[in-house]
Structures are given as C-alpha cells and as structure tokens.
C-alpha cells in the first residue's frame, strides 16, 4: 500500500512542473487570492508526503487550489471551505486537527502539561527554600530557649 | 577484497563492544582494577576498527565499486566527487554506519581524555557506552548490512537522491550524528552515576561539556537542514514542524535544557535528580528521533529508507535503554541528594523555569508528532498534525522563554531581589519598547508577529549585553574582555537565540511574493525591485540537465545583481529539483525561482524579497559560537574534575 503510494506520488509529481501554484491559478482579487492562499497553508495534499497543497507540485494539490479559488469566487467564507475539502477527503487534509473527540487532549496536552510542571517546580522550589531558615532546624527545647532569650 | 575488510573490521569491533560492556562493569563492582582498566584500549580499539570499516566503505564509494549493493544504488560514476563521499552517510545502512562511529569516537575521546575521573566511574561509563554501540553494531550487521555483495556487477549505479546532492545536505546528517551521539555521553554519565549512587558538582563538570558539545552538533545540523530546505525546496521556508525536523528538535530542546540544569548542579548541588531524568530522556528522544525517521512509522518527505522491520529493532534498543534508564532512575534516584538551598526567585529559580518551558515545549512537539499515529491506534481517525497546529501550540513556550530570559540570565544565584535584579535592565527595557513601537510603525496593517518576534529578539540580544556589562561591576567596561569565557558564551548564545527571533519574527511577517508569467526582456516590479527575464537556456552538468535562466535585478535604475535560477532533471533518477537564485544581503535576500515555458509565451517565474532571512541562520551560528566559547572555559581546560572546585563566589547583592 505504501509503495503504491510512493509509486503515484511520483507518478504525479514528475512530469509536472517544478512551481507548486502557477500563474495561471492566481486571482485577480488580491483579497481573495491571499485568502485562498491561507486556506492552501493549512490543507494537506492527499497524496504527498506531508507537504500542503500550497508547496506541493502534485496535480490533484493543483485541483484542489483551483477548487479553493472556485468556491472563494462564489462566495464561501474560509470555513465553509475547508468544510467543503474536508467533506471530500476526511480530516486528513487538516493540518491543523479539529479540537473534537479525542483531540481534545493534543490541544490541551501543552497547557495542562505546564500547568503540572509548574505546580511540581514551584512545590520543589519552596521546600528548597524552607531548608534554609534555620529555625526549621531548632528542636522544641531549643526554640523555647532561644525565645526566652530574645526576650530579655 | 576491501569491502571484505571492512564488514570484518565492523564484526570485530562488535566483538570488542561486547567485552567492552562486560568486563569493566563487572571490574568496576568487584574493584578489580585491571578489569576496570580494560575498558580505555577496548574503547580505542573499538573506535579504530569501526573507523577502518568506515572508511572501507568510502573507498567502495570513491572507487564506485558497483560490485557491492549500497554502492550501486546509491551512487553514479558521473557524479562529483563530494557527493561519492557524501553518498557514503547519503543512505540508511551507511548513515547507521556513520552513527556507530561517532558512538565510537566519542567512547574513545572519553577514554582518551578521562584519565583524572574516577576508575570506578570511568569504567561504567565507558561499559554503558559500549552497550549502546553493541545495540547498534548488532542493528547493522542482522538488518542493514552496508557491505552486501551483488552476484553481477551492473556497469553503472543508480545515483545518490538528487535531493541530497547539495552542499547543504552532504554536511547535514554528520553534524545531527555528532549531537544525537554526543547525548550518548550523558546518557552513559547518567546511568553510571545512578549505578554509582553519587551525583556531584565534578560530575556535572564532566556532563557539562559533553552535553554543551552535542548541543552545538546539533544546533549546526538543524541550522544546516533549514538553510538547506530554504534554498532548495523553491518557495523559501525554513522550518516546515515535519516528523523528521521534530525528530531532530526535540533532543535539541531537552540538550538545551540539560545543559542548563547540569549547571544548577555543577555550581549549586541541586537539581541532581531532575538532571540524571533529563540525560536520560535527552538520548531516549534521540533514539526515538531514529526510530521516527528509520521506521517510516510517520511519513515524512524526507525519510529516505524505511523499512518496518529495522523500525522494530530499533524500537527495541529503544525500550531497552530508555526503559532500562527509566527503571534503574526509579530505583536509584531517591539516594541522590540535594544540598544547595535556592529562594524561587534567583538563578537557580530561573533555570528551573527555564527546564519547565524547554521540557514541556518539547512534549508538545512529541505529542504533535506522534498524534497521528496514535489516533490511528486508538480510533482509527487518519488525520495530520502539521505547521499550525505547532505554531499555535509551541510557540507561546518560546514567548515566555524569550521574555524571562534575560531576567533569570542576571539574577543571582540563592536569592534575588526583583527590583535589584532589574536595575540594569531598564536601559534594554526602554530600548526594546522604542524598537517595537518602530517596528510597528513601519508594519501598519500587518499581523503582530513582526512585533513580538523582532521585539523579544531585541530584548534578548540587548538583555545580554546589559548582563555582561552588570557582570563588570564598578570597575569599568576595560573588564569586560577578562570576564570568564563561560560569560561571554552565555551572552553570545542568548543573543543568537535573539537574532533568530528576528529573522524569524521579520521574514514571517514582511516577505512579498510574485508568482507571474514573465515575457524576456520585459521588467516587472516586487516591493521596489526592478526584475527582468534576459534569457533562458538548457545547460549540461556533470550528471543533470539545467534550464537555465538569467535575471537581472534592479533598484532605482541601479543593478543590484545578475541571478541564475535553474530546474534541473536528473534523467539516472528520473526527479526535477529547483535551484532558486538568492541574492543574499544583510536585512534581505531576493529569491528567484524559474517554472515552465507558458503555452502563450514567456515563463512562469516566482519572485520574493525576503527581509532579515540570513538572520534566522546567522543566529544559529551565533549560538553554536556561544556553545564553543563556553567549552573552551578555563575551568574545563584545567584538568576537569581532578578537584573538587572550590564554591565560585556569590556576589554579595
């Protein structure tokens, strides 16, 4: 299976041409070109190895530029497009996964993670600091003299 | 008959690994001293042989010896003669050949120059090391045997991947093998450490350079990939969050953090446990940065051999070793013993926050990376993690790294008062807002990260500045340059992780792009730059074919350069690379790439002008620097760990 993909990869790479988006793909609208190139950012070619449909040379990255500039043109807003590949291809076009189901815990995992990490250093770091006084290391008696003498 | 030699000379050195690991340990627990002893020729001569079976397997290469397998696959009789060399590591068997020797080299360096640590130390040191390079001897010999014969020669090779025929390249995986296998010595100083029961500041001493060693290794690899795909790849980005780079970068940002904290224990006895921790996750994501970019577990444009059967083994050294560490740290850890008492606010405060950010960032990497195939695993979702995920994800970590940075940086050690401690750091304050209101001011209308990135990078660069002035005292700027060199280091790198900020932070957020049909001779104009096609011709080189154009760019009427954008085919591979044209300069580099001839004449061209983008690498360089100027301290010349140093003096604020 992975060799088979290896072998269309190449396939469609090859003889197509060393730029990924092509002049001919350009809008006229700035606006909405540079919109469209933001939504290619974040789409994964299907068939290619972790390149966007951006960067990537594949012809089925070509189609589906043209399709992003084709639904842009008629109006959708940048969502609406994405939804419209997604749709087509599953989530595996997204390069940035939906916080939904069990990813859920890839966005959270950084923030709770430090959250955890600072809790723990800052437990650490206070009992580090309360070693060092030195009344931590009076016995009772020892506490009890040493207040009658700060008395006097 | 010499590619005979050298498969004999890796049989014999993994023969020699194997007693290596054996005998010192059991000398070591026995006290016998001769055992112990053993282990510096073993280390040497284990180091000799594999270099032999190296460099074995570069004759075959140079001599395009087609007779064995690897050769003829991967090289050409009309390729250059860097990339016959280059082609040796340019392969899965040949790189695991490469990474042994390095293992090796590094086992021997530590026998060489160890003669004042500990025998018992030194001997179990030298045994973890040579376990590692047993692992791996025995991963080549059983499933990636460089030196296999072929019945019948073929008269010519298959060349090496044009992808890697590139200067860029040739360099980059011996410089990532020096930093992976670098950690290796901290990984073995770890574990002899927790065999040992002690850790202490001459330990540390020892860890210290090794670890700062790797470090750099690998600050200059990753540096060199990035250079590399930004030229290469034809659209000038440098850092693309794939597998392979993440592979590489999180064993970067645990060496950063290991390195920081072996500090806290050199200098204050604290942090001993948390460091062994970090020196053995640092080379566990080494192995499993192998393990990614061997397995083909994750796919990834730039892993050029997988294969699932080598993944498994890998996996395995993998479990041995980070689960063997892991289990004996659970065992061991509890007799290490701090001894320096730290209020949280002061360096050693700092320098924990410090390991927080660079620990838990380099989670959120292996969490990314290994997202897919973990929702594959658990609920079958096919779905990708790429740049904005890690983007949003990662990047508040390096905000915040950036931002306290140089507050830990001048705090000093035990106990620090804030407002003392930001005394001399209102100059850079001030500075760094004045730099950011301009940069927002010449940025109207464009997203904050010119702002923020440029600012911390100001911030960071002037922050380090002001620390090395503080550190001269009352006595005038003339001490500046007999400051200790671990100093002067600190304050190199810190400002090179800033110049890095600003490239990124700039390029991010100022570069322009052209994609247009450009007709000969007529001129057309990108943020200020008068760009004309001149010519276009097919050009022969030694082992590729080239379309070849010519542009010139102006300014104000005025030439700036001539540039030569190419798109090759290497007709033996049958593959198209892109050879964009940059004009490098300091705050911007102009990058041409050539397409195709249009059907109604002219030619697809992409132009951009990239601000500040040599910043990103230049800052790169600058850390490494920074890296080499601390090792060469004086406190690691004059015979390192002999003594116990004395305590350095706390400045009495």
Redesign the interface.
């Known amino acids: 299976m992975?060799r088979l993909a290896l072998i269309l990869t190449l396939l469609m790479t090859?003889p197509m041409?060393?730029?990924?988006?092509?002049?001919?793909e350009?809008l006229s609208d700035a606006g909405l070109e540079a919109r469209a190139r933001q939504i290619s950012?974040?789409l994964?070619c299907p068939v290619?190895?972790?390149?966007?449909i951006d960067?990537s040379n594949a012809a089925i990255s070509r189609d589906l530029r043209l399709y992003v500039r084709e639904r842009l043109v008629e109006g959708d807003d940048n969502d609406e497009v994405i939804d419209a590949v997604v749709d087509r291809f599953?989530?595996?076009?997204?390069?940035?996964?939906r916080a939904t189901?069990?990813?859920v815990i890839?966005?959270l995992?950084?923030p709770l993670?430090?959250l955890i990490?600072?809790i723990v250093?800052?437990r650490?770091?206070?009992n580090?600091?309360q070693?060092?006084s030195p009344r931590a290391q009076l016995t009772e008696d020892e506490q009890k003299r040493l207040d009658e003498l700060m008395r006097d | 008959m010499i590619a005979e030699f050298g498969h004999f000379a890796l049989l014999l050195a993994f023969a020699v690994a194997i007693y290596q690991m054996i005998v010192p340990m059991i000398g070591a627990s026995k006290g016998w001293l001769g055992w112990m002893d053993s282990a510096r020729p073993a280390a040497l001569a284990q180091f000799g042989l594999t270099a032999l079976s190296f460099a074995a397997l570069t004759v075959a290469f140079v001599t395009s010896d087609f007779s064995l397998k690897l050769v003829y696959e991967n090289s050409h009789t009309a390729k250059p003669m860097i990339y016959k060399i280059s082609g040796v590591w340019g392969n899965h068997e040949g790189s695991m050949l490469l990474w042994v020797l390095i293992l090796a080299l590094f086992g021997a360096a530590a026998a060489a120059i160890g003669g004042n640590l500990p025998p018992t130390l030194r001997a179990r040191v030298l045994a973890v090391q040579a376990s590692i390079g047993a692992a791996f001897y025995a991963f080549i010999i059983f499933t990636s045997n460089p030196f296999l014969r072929l019945q019948t020669p073929p008269f010519d090779g298959r060349d090496l991947n044009p992808l890697l025929q590139d200067p860029g390249l040739a360099f980059h995986p011996p410089f990532l093998y020096l930093g992976y296998v670098g950690l290796s010595m901290a990984f073995s100083f770890a574990i002899a450490a927790l065999i040992e029961g002690r850790v202490d500041a001459a330990w540390a001493r020892w860890v210290r350079p090794w670890t700062l060693a790797a470090w750099l290794f690998l600050t200059i690899g990753i540096a060199l990939g990035s250079w590399w795909a930004y030229y290469e790849l034809g659209w000038g980005g440098f850092w693309f969050w794939d597998p392979v780079e993440n592979a590489s970068f999180m064993p970067w940002l645990l060496a950063a953090a290991l390195l920081h904290s072996a500090i806290v224990v050199e200098k204050r006895e604290a942090l001993k446990s948390w460091t062994i921790l970090l020196a053995i996750m640092a080379f566990g994501f080494s192995m499993i940065g192998t393990f990614i970019v061997r397995s083909g577990v994750i796919t990834s444009v730039h892993s050029f051999a997988s294969d699932p059967a080598r993944g498994v083994f890998i996996l395995g050294i993998l479990a041995v070793f980070t689960g063997g560490g892991l289990t004996l740290y659970a065992a061991r850890a509890g007799e290490m013993t701090a001894k320096g008492v730290f209020q949280p606010v002061s360096r050693e405060g700092a320098l924990v926050l410090n390991n927080v950010l660079l620990a838990v960032s380099a989670f959120v990497v292996f969490v990314g990376t290994m997202w897919p195939l973990f929702a594959e695993l658990m609920w079958d979702r096919k779905l990708s993690v790429g740049p904005p995920f890690f983007n949003k994800a990662f990047t508040p970590f390096m905000i915040v790294l950036a931002v306290a940075l140089p507050f830990g940086a001048i705090m000093p050690w035990k106990r620090a008062v804030l407002s003392r401690s930001l005394r001399p750091l209102r100059m850079p304050l001030l500075l760094t807002a004045a730099a950011m209101l301009l940069i927002y001011a010449v940025s109207t209308g464009r997203s904050a990260i010119a702002v923020i990135g440029a600012g911390l990078g100001v911030w960071l660069i002037l922050g380090s500045a002001a620390d090395l002035v503080h550190r001269t005292g009352n006595s005038g700027l003339s001490r500046l340059w007999r400051l200790p060199r671990a100093d002067w280091g600190k304050a190199v790198a810190h400002a090179g992780l800033g110049v890095t900020f600003i490239g990124v932070g700039l390029l991010t957020a100022w570069q322009t792009e052209d994609i247009r049909v450009a007709r000969i001779d007529q001129p057309f104009e990108v943020s200020g730059y008068q760009i004309t096609l001149r010519a276009v011709d097919e050009v022969q080189g030694p082992n590729y074919v080239s379309t070849m154009a010519r542009m010139d760019v102006a300014r104000h009427g005025r030439t700036v350069a001539t540039l030569f954008p190419e798109k090759r085919v290497y007709p033996v591979q049958a593959m198209p690379t892109t050879e964009a044209a940059i004009n490098n300069g300091i705050f911007r580099d102009i990058y041409l790439v050539i397409g195709d001839a249009q059907a109604g004449g002219g030619w697809a061209v992409r132009s951009y002008v990239k601000p500040f983008a040599n910043w990103i690498w230049l800052g790169c360089i600058l850390m490494a620097l920074g890296g080499l100027i601390s090792l060469s301290d004086r406190r690691y010349r004059v015979a390192a760990g002999a003594r116990r140093a004395p305590v350095k003096a706390v400045p009495a604020e």
């Open positions: 992975k090859m041409s060393v730029l990924a988006v092509q002049p001919d350009v950012q974040k994964r290619c190895q972790g390149e966007n960067e599953g989530e595996f076009v997204l390069f940035e996964p189901g069990g990813n890839l966005w995992a950084g993670m430090a990490a600072l250093a800052w650490f770091m206070r580090r600091a070693v060092v």
